[in-house]
């Protein structure tokens, strides 16, 4: 089993920053791939950004050239530094682990950008 905490979200302006956080904690050798999703109010949960074991990187076609995802091994932590960001942005945004058994999901964070 894997646990993720997510950290980072709150409340932006458009046109300024956030850098989410997760940490992995458990069956953390398992895992092939940490990722974002978000999930707007009354909208399903999207793809955002993935990060492979062997360094592989894919973004959402909305979010590329504004988000950044990357990790810290040592810390079993991988991040999502937001730029630019707009008010479609704004939704609760899930940290994900894909391992054997398949996706494990971080409680969420809430990120909210005002116009």
């Known amino acids: 089993q894997v646990q993720l905490v997510e950290s980072g979200g709150g409340l932006v302006q458009a046109g300024g920053s956030l850098r989410l956080s997760c940490t992995a904690s458990?069956?953390?050798?398992?895992?092939?791939?940490m990722g974002w999703y978000r999930q707007a109010p009354g909208k399903q949960r999207e793809f955002v950004a993935s990060?492979?074991?062997?360094?592989?990187?894919i973004y959402a076609d909305s979010v590329k050239g504004r988000f950044t995802i990357s990790s810290d091994n040592a810390k079993n932590t991988v991040y999502l530094q937001m730029n630019s960001l707009v008010p479609e942005d704004t939704a609760v945004y899930y940290c994900?682990?894909?391992?054997?058994?398949?996706?494990?999901w971080g409680p969420g964070t809430q990120v909210t950008v005002s116009s």
């Open positions: 994900n682990a894909l391992d054997g058994s398949g996706h494990n």
């Open positions: 458990g069956s953390i050798f398992s895992i092939n791939a």
């Open positions: 990060s492979t074991r062997g360094g592989n990187k």
